[in-house]
């Protein structure tokens, strides 16, 4: 096929709505390069071009256009469309704001520098310079006063018809996906604001944001598995943080009363809708502060933002209705077992009465199990997904939660929460263990179990042990998934969809 008929068949499957081929996107993109060869020649390289002046932009030019009709603007952006009329034609580019329409004539721009116009592609992106006015169909544009060429696109943007759809090309090429979907742009712009409502708000209540180490020896502060790496200088094993508690709390004992720090985590886990290896996190610790006001924080946080951010704490998710607003429903993990599977742990006291009962359900291990193990596996496998919230569980069995203070009404259980909202753990909260002698022994208990081969459980942390011993006062501490709250307030169906370049296998 030779270029002529190459040309044809490209605007055959152009003009027929058809996705066009990958024989022809490779001529398209072979006519871009020499479309640059030719501009080079001439003096005119693109890639030369240093700068433009940009003083104005598309939505305010049209949110303000009483006040801008008939003053020259200079504009910068990406050809979206581009419609010839014989000596005049006009193109959409699109800034950081929107779109807007320009007008570009033979007789103002000379008919040296049309021609040369009519070169351009979309993808190509220019710099304009002309009057505001109104089209005689009522569409707010710009009168073109001088257009120029400051980078040539070699690729091909997805055609106006079947645009990109596919997910996981959505997410390698998110550079792409940001161009020709707008609403992605609109939803990642929506989290920056999520995340400076988050700020403000703990910066309203005397919280310091701080900075604490991503690489570490110990990845502690949950029960997670690390991703592991080597230090070479050094010469030792060393480990991305899976959270940031610890370091926090050294802080408490340092004397920073509120402190927190959002950041990314890193957990050598599984990927599906809700979790991605790197994510983000936010951790807070409050001197002098319990269970009671970490609960008070979060759900006054959670509505106060979307209020802010969306201006109503009555927020819609994938076809379901949430009302964020204060108080949040409380509930026992124990009650939600007796609710949703039918054992009742008040009448249930000792391990082996919890082993027939894990038997009875069938739980694996079922044999070795302790009474609070078998709470927490119940709670998890039948009862997470009945709580669609706002609500807190409370009364953590002390096995599964190595960091936190015990009830002293219940020393089988501990002063923590997590807040559930559609069935997700958004927030997980504790009055913090500082009994130094209680924290070494189920630091050690949690020791022994990661050397039977359990690579979530925590790792001894001598360090944070001397800490408490130096003296951590009592001390309420919060941990939100700032990722699940975005996808929340964002409506976005996967986490994917709210991380700009989320991990991906390579092709």
Not at 8 to 36: A, D, G, V, Y
Not at 132 to 143: C, L, M, N, R, Y
Not at 207 to 214: A, G, N, S
Request: hydrophobic share 35%; charged share 30%; net charge negative.
């Amino acid at each position: 096929m030779n270029s002529e008929d190459s040309r044809k068949q490209i605007w055959k499957e152009i003009e027929n709505e058809e996705e066009i081929s990958e024989e022809s996107l490779n001529e398209m993109r072979l006519i871009r390069r020499e479309k640059l060869k030719k501009l080079q020649e001439m003096g005119r390289d693109p890639f030369l071009v240093e700068s433009w002046d940009v003083k104005n932009y598309s939505m305010d030019i049209k949110n303000n256009f009483d006040e801008m009709e008939g003053k020259v603007v200079s504009c910068a952006g990406r050809i979206m469309a581009k419609r010839q009329m014989g000596k005049a034609s006009f193109i959409d580019i699109q800034d950081q704001q929107g779109r807007i329409q320009c007008y570009i004539r033979q007789d103002v721009i000379t008919p040296e520098e049309y021609e040369i116009f009519l070169t351009y592609d979309i993808g190509d992106i220019v710099g304009v310079v002309g009057e505001v006015f109104k089209t005689k169909h009522g569409e707010i544009s710009i009168k073109v006063s001088e257009i120029k060429l400051l980078t040539k696109s070699l690729q091909i943007l997805p055609n106006k018809f079947h645009g990109l759809k596919d997910h996981e090309t959505r997410y390698r090429q998110r550079y792409v996906d940001l161009i020709v979907n707008p609403e992605v742009k609109e939803k990642f712009i929506l989290r920056s604001k999520i995340i400076k409502e988050i700020k403000n708000y703990l910066e309203r209540r005397g919280f310091l944001e701080v900075d604490t180490p991503i690489l570490t020896t110990i990845a502690g502060g949950a029960n997670a598995r690390p991703f592991e790496t080597h230090h070479n200088t050094l010469d030792m094993d060393m480990r991305l943080r899976i959270s940031n508690e610890l370091y926090l709390k050294r802080l408490i004992v340092g004397g920073f009363d509120r402190v927190y720090e959002m950041g990314k985590m890193f957990r050598n886990e599984g990927m599906d809708r809700n979790h991605n290896p790197e994510f983000t996190s936010m951790e807070l610790y409050q001197a002098y502060g319990n269970m009671e006001d970490m609960m008070d924080i979060t759900e006054n946080l959670i509505s106060t933002v979307a209020q802010n951010v969306l201006g109503s704490m009555v927020i819609e998710y994938q076809g379901k209705t949430f009302d964020l607003t204060p108080p949040w429903e409380r509930l026992t993990m124990q009650d939600a077992v007796k609710k949703w599977v039918g054992e009742d742990f008040d009448k249930i006291n000792t391990d082996e009465e919890a082993r027939e009962v894990a038997k009875k359900q069938n739980l694996e291990n079922a044999e070795t199990m302790t009474r609070g193990l078998v709470i927490s596996t119940l709670f998890e496998e039948y009862c997470e997904k009945h709580l669609e919230g706002p609500l807190f569980i409370i009364g953590h069995p002390v096995e599964i939660s190595p960091l936190s203070k015990r009830d002293p009404k219940d020393p089988r259980i501990t002063r923590r929460f997590e807040a559930y909202i559609n069935t997700w753990e958004i927030a997980n909260a504790f009055s913090e263990l500082n009994d130094p002698i209680d924290q070494y022994q189920r630091f050690k208990a949690q020791q022994e179990q990661l050397e039977k081969g359990d690579n979530e459980a925590h790792p001894m942390d001598e360090d944070f042990v001397n800490a408490l011993e130096v003296g951590m006062p009592p001390t309420g501490g919060l941990g939100i998934g700032i990722d699940r709250v975005i996808m929340l307030l964002t409506n976005a169906a996967s986490i994917r969809d709210i991380i700009l370049f989320p991990t991906m296998k390579p092709l």
